[in-house]
């Protein structure tokens, strides 16, 4: 497979795509392109290479959606389900986008990260299971497993999993929610449309009449008493869901946080109830508390981890 490489990360907003110029290099040549403006991932693709004229030797596309086989959904976008054999790119390969941010998890350097509650950072050594999970335009979650001394990644859809409620409060949120979308999906609160959502349904709770404000206005009016309620109400359930996701795959390796929303508001997670919520699960306590939990603030997580699925292609099987 020879260089360049492309890879992406296409969410229901933006895809962003990147060559790969040589063995071992950071992604570079960055640009996103609004999904909207694509009638589909291959279109994408070949709008961002005719920018630069070149011809990749392999790709590695991460989308945000269930793939199986080659054939992919991308779930938050208007784009139809499609395949990589419809796609004319050389040595292609399109993988879940969380399954991307999870193979780049022992690529993160530390200034990469920031540790959420204190306490250190993960040091991924491949003894131990680790998690990722993000809101974004979606809810992802993945995890990557060591397995004979190499990574394995977990793919798949937990955002769509039961929201884990735990205050009074939470509980009518959920009674709202199931009644207006017919279930309690995590995403639905948990992503940046849930996040909106969250603030009118703590507007009704409250019986306060509100204008409609977008994600990125909720996050930066932290003097708002709504908006700043409706944070700490998000991550709070995120703490608890954070704290689901290390139990089930036993991340005792650590919980990576990822996703568009959260970097907006670091310091309120920082401050919140995350990790508390986190660790409140009796009788596991004590695994949970060993367990540290970073936000990436990597600007291009997923890119690095398609880049590296690349690499771990070329080596001897």
Not at 192 to 211: F, M, S, T, Y
Request: proline share 9%.
């Amino acid at each position: 497979m020879s260089f360049p490489w492309l890879v992406a990360d296409v969410g229901g907003t933006n895809a962003r795509f990147a060559l790969i110029e040589g063995p071992g290099r950071p992604p570079g040549r960055v640009r996103a392109l609004p999904t909207r403006d694509h009638a589909g991932l291959g279109e994408a693709a070949a709008a961002y290479l005719a920018t630069l004229g070149v011809r990749p030797g392999a790709c590695c596309l991460a989308v945000a959606g269930p793939v199986s086989d080659g054939r992919y959904h991308l779930t938050n976008a208007g784009w139809a389900p499609g395949s990589a054999e419809r796609i004319d790119l050389p040595n292609l390969r399109i993988i879940n986008d969380f399954e991307a941010l999870a193979l780049a998890l022992p690529h993160l350097e530390r200034d990469g990260l920031r540790p959420i509650g204190g306490g250190a950072l993960p040091a991924p050594d491949g003894t131990a299971p680790l998690a990722v999970l993000g809101p974004g335009t979606g809810l992802g979650v993945a995890g990557l497993v060591p397995v004979d001394g190499r990574w394995t990644p977990i793919p798949g859809e937990g955002g769509q999993v039961d929201l884990p409620a735990g205050t009074d409060l939470e509980i009518e949120v959920m009674r709202l929610l199931r009644a207006e979308m017919g279930t309690g999906n995590a995403e639905y609160i948990l992503s940046g449309n849930g996040l909106v959502r969250l603030r009118r349904l703590l507007a009704l709770i409250h019986g306060k009449q509100v204008d409609p404000l977008t994600a990125a206005d909720i996050c930066a009016m932290d003097d708002d008493p709504l908006c700043a309620e409706t944070v700490r109400t998000f991550c709070g359930l995120l703490g608890s869901f954070a704290g689901n996701v290390a139990l089930t795959l036993g991340a005792r390796g650590g919980v990576y946080l990822g996703g568009g929303i959260l970097p907006r508001i670091a310091d309120a997670l920082g401050r919140s109830d995350f990790r508390r919520r986190f660790e409140g699960k009796p009788p596991v306590e004590d695994f949970l508390r060993a367990v540290p939990a970073a936000l990436i603030v990597h600007p291009y997580p997923a890119l690095t981890g398609a880049a590296a699925l690349l690499e771990t292609a070329m080596e001897p099987s």
